[in-house]
């Protein structure tokens, strides 16, 4: 068992094998699993709740404006982390099946379990305080791209064009599976580069600790949102 990693024979690493899908299919498919990053001697973790797919054929991948050195990670194979800086943060992407093509995990949810205990969720709300200084509100800590790898200290330099790595930074299927699947437009495109295309998937259980709530009050079911079950080709019923 090794040092670095005393919780190795207890996780479930996906493999490369995992992201070698459309990327439409792979953000549903990441739903539900746990992010896991080894820092400062604990496991950090946070289950991802919500995911934007990207392909380079529409206007609003980052893949569609060419290949370039920051960028070269989604021309890279399937799992390949992506990273950038967004609205003054760091945010996290995987490339999938379909050079060019990747996926965005836009939020998550803290996990504390027998892998990452109570200290590692003090350490996570530590790295990551609100903006006047105070503990944030641990349902808060990762609803949001920047958010959330702010508290799982992930960095640009770091794991940019990067793999996944057992000892340090691993995404981990620990059996839990969304019961339904929202399907809607994603957040933040700009007006004429396919805005309207509805590539952003949430764990319904987490939709009020998604980036923005995808069951908002003013929001309808047919004309805001679908609902899909969990199931691995759901995109396809668009």
Not at 154 to 175: C, F, M, S, T, Y
Not at 193 to 214: G, I
Request: charged letters at 25%; one cysteine or more.
């Amino acid at each position: 068992m090794s040092a670095t990693n005393p919780f190795k024979s207890v996780t479930t690493p996906l493999d490369r094998g995992f992201f070698e899908h459309d990327s439409r299919e792979l953000a549903t498919r990441l739903l539900g699993k746990v992010i896991r990053h080894y820092h400062r001697g604990l496991w950090l973790s946070a289950r991802i709740i919500e995911t934007e797919a990207y392909q380079r054929e529409e206007k609003g991948s980052h893949s569609s404006l060419g290949h370039t050195q920051s960028r070269r990670a989604l021309f890279m194979p399937a799992g390949t982390l992506y990273m950038y800086y967004a609205r003054g943060g760091d945010s996290l992407n995987i490339s999938s099946a379909g050079e060019g093509d990747g996926v965005l995990i836009k939020s998550g949810y803290p996990v504390v379990d027998t892998i990452s205990g109570p200290d590692s969720l003090a350490l996570m709300r530590q790295l990551n305080p609100a903006a006047n200084g105070e503990p944030r509100d641990t349902r808060r800590l990762c609803n949001g791209q920047t958010l959330l790898c702010r508290s799982l200290h992930l960095k640009v330099p770091e794991w940019n064009a990067q793999q996944l790595d057992p000892q340090r930074l691993i995404i981990d299927d620990d059996g839990y599976r969304p019961e339904q699947i929202i399907q809607t437009a994603r957040l933040g495109i700009p007006l004429g580069r396919d805005e309207h295309l509805p590539y952003r998937f949430a764990d319904m259980a987490y939709a009020p600790f998604c980036t923005r709530n995808p069951l908002g009050r003013t929001r309808l079911e047919g004309r805001d949102y679908r609902l899909l079950d969990p199931v691995p080709d759901a995109w396809k019923t668009c």
